[in-house]
């Protein structure tokens, strides 16, 4: 796992600057892990909340979890982990014609923070 002691974070909205306990777990085990030797942890995506809402002492990334999971052509459904990016959807849907409803202005969203 990457584990990052203190990672300097500078939030999107610059309500926060400073050194908190940052996590980059690569499967679920990491996970159950993490959950077990921390009682408080905040999930984040690409940070790019207006409020900087993913901003906690002990942060939790999805950057591993970008995997998707199936798409179903016909119908137009995308099934995606948590980490995935608007960006990395828009590259795999686009050349087979298919493009997301509704986007952010931001590439660098994932679907973990959009369905918050
Ligand atoms: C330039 C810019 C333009 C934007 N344009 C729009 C727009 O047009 N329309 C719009 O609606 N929004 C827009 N946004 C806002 C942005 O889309 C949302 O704030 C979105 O939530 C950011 O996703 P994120 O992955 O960066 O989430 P983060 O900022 O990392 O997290 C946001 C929230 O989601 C939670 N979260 C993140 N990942 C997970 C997960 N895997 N599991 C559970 N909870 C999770 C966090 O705890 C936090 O509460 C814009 C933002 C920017 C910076």
Redesign the pocket.
């Known amino acids: 796992m990457d584990f990052i002691n203190t990672k300097k974070i500078k939030s999107?909205a610059k309500s926060y600057s400073g050194n908190f306990l940052f996590y980059q777990p690569r499967s679920i085990d990491e996970i159950k892990t993490l959950l077990t030797k921390n009682k408080k942890l905040?999930?984040?995506?690409?940070?790019?909340?207006?409020g900087?809402?993913?901003i906690s002492e002990v942060i939790i990334n999805?950057k591993y979890?970008n995997k998707i999971i199936n798409f179903d052509e016909d119908a137009g459904v995308l099934r995606a982990e948590?980490?995935i990016?608007i960006d990395e959807m828009i590259k795999f849907l686009l050349p087979k014609g298919w493009f997301l409803k509704v986007?952010?202005?931001?590439k660098?969203?994932?679907l973990?923070?959009?369905?918050?």
């Open positions: 999107w905040i999930s984040s995506g690409g940070f790019r909340s207006y900087d809402s993913a999805s979890f948590s980490g990016t986007t952010p202005g931001t660098f969203a994932t973990g923070g959009l369905h918050r």
